[in-house]
Each structure stands twice: as structure tokens, then as C-alpha cells.
T-cell receptor
């Protein structure tokens, strides 16, 4: 059974204080690893897809990396508007309907 | 550019009542999904529709039915609501392909009392 574990559950940063969120996964035959951002009361918003170990994707202050067992979402010099819950998900060989989500990391950036 | 639209946003039901959650997307996506999100559980797939005219069960289908009305619309029906179905429900759509994540709606917060 595919599993996704995100850590920490919650993270509080000062504005400008860089850090990383972790997503550890177990899946037989990774088809893709996804990162989403979710604001309170809203649906998740797609950020990145990573496919193979060593791959990196960037968007503004966010950078996602992938190894064979985990992914990191690095946040450089965060701003208060980066506060949200960040979700990780993996797609196994069962197809795009076989996507397993983690429970997320709630990030709070304090001015 | 509306994306994925869900109605209603909030609903309170009594145990045993029925209701239909509506979802429509305007991105011409082939695939649509219904998820529920519960504290500490992550998003779990209820049903999905790979393309117009097809539907399949996901991880937690019991107590739900779906209809893919056309390419745009995918509804979720609770025939006899139970307190265990209290949750936030999200509809999502996607195109088939390696670079596409899901586009989610803003959710329906359902409480069954």
C-alpha cells in the first residue's frame, strides 16, 4: 500500500527565515510526486510535479526536490503570504486515479 | 476563468436525508474526481471518472453514488446521510498527461447531525 508521511505537522517561521518541509513516501513504481498549497477554506492548488530522483522544480520562493524515498519543499526567505498548508501526493502504477495524499504541513510565517 | 465550481459551499443534513453535491469544470478536462478531506486523514478518493460515460470506485465509495452527466459535470450523491459522512468534499479535474496536477474546487463543508 502506498504511503505518504509529511513532517513536521506544523512549522512557524519568522519572515525571511528559510526552511524545508519533508515528504517521505513508499510506493512501488513512482509515476509522479505532487506538491499542492491549500489555504484555509479553499481547495488545494497545484504547485509542482516531480518524476524522477534528482529532479528539481522552482516557483518564486519555493523549490521542490526529489530523491528515491523523499521530497523536500524548500522555502527561501518566506513571506507572510506563504502561510498555508502544503500537501504532498504520490501517484503509483495504478494510474492517475491512484494518487495518495499526505496530511500536510501547516506553515505559518510571522512578520 | 472559473475552473472547478462546486455547490453548495455549506450544508447541514439530518441522519437519513439525501442530497447531491454538484461539480462543474470549464477547462475541457477528461477526468474528474471526488475527494473527502478529514482532519488527520489526508484527502481520500471517493469516486472518479476517467472520461465522459465512465465512473469507478476509489478508496472510500461506500454510502455514495456518482453521475458523470456530461464532460463538464460530475455529481456526488449521498442517498442516506450518516454522521460518519461529515467532512469537506472536494471535486477535482485533470487532463491526462504527465505534467498535469489536479485542479480542485473550493469544497463543500457537509455536517450530518
Amino acid at each position: 500500500e502506498d504511503q505518504v508521511t509529511q513532517s513536521p505537522e506544523a512549522l512557524r517561521l519568522q519572515e525571511g527565515e528559510s526552511s524545508s518541509l519533508n515528504c517521505s513516501y513508499t510506493v512501488s513504481g513512482l509515476r509522479g510526486l505532487f506538491w499542492y498549497r491549500q489555504d484555509p477554506g479553499k481547495g488545494p492548488e497545484f504547485l509542482f510535479t516531480l518524476y524522477s530522483a534528482g529532479e528539481e522544480k522552482e516557483k518564486e520562493r519555493l523549490k521542490a526536490t526529489l530523491t528515491k524515498k523523499e521530497s523536500f519543499l524548500h522555502i527561501t526567505a518566506p513571506k507572510p503570504e506563504d502561510s498555508a498548508t502544503y500537501l504532498c501526493a504520490v501517484q503509483g502504477p495504478g494510474g492517475y486515479q491512484k494518487v495518495t495524499f499526505g496530511t500536510g504541513t501547516k506553515l505559518q510565517v510571522i512578520p | 476563468n472559473a475552473g472547478v465550481t462546486q455547490t453548495p459551499k455549506f450544508q447541514v443534513l439530518k441522519t437519513g436525508q439525501s442530497m447531491t453535491l454538484q461539480c462543474a469544470q470549464d477547462m475541457n478536462h477528461n477526468s474528474m474526481y471526488w475527494y473527502r478531506q478529514d482532519p488527520g486523514m489526508g484527502l481520500r478518493l471517493i469516486y472518479y471518472s476517467a472520461s465522459e460515460g465512465t465512473t469507478d470506485k476509489g478508496e472510500v465509495p461506500n454510502g455514495y453514488n456518482v453521475s458523470r452527466l456530461n464532460k463538464r459535470e460530475f455529481s456526488l450523491r449521498l442517498e442516506s446521510a450518516a454522521p460518519s459522512q461529515t467532512s469537506v468534499y472536494f471535486c477535482a479535474s485533470s487532463e491526462v498527461g504527465r505534467n498535469y496536477g489536479y485542479t480542485f474546487g473550493s469544497g463543500t463543508r457537509l455536517t450530518v447531525v
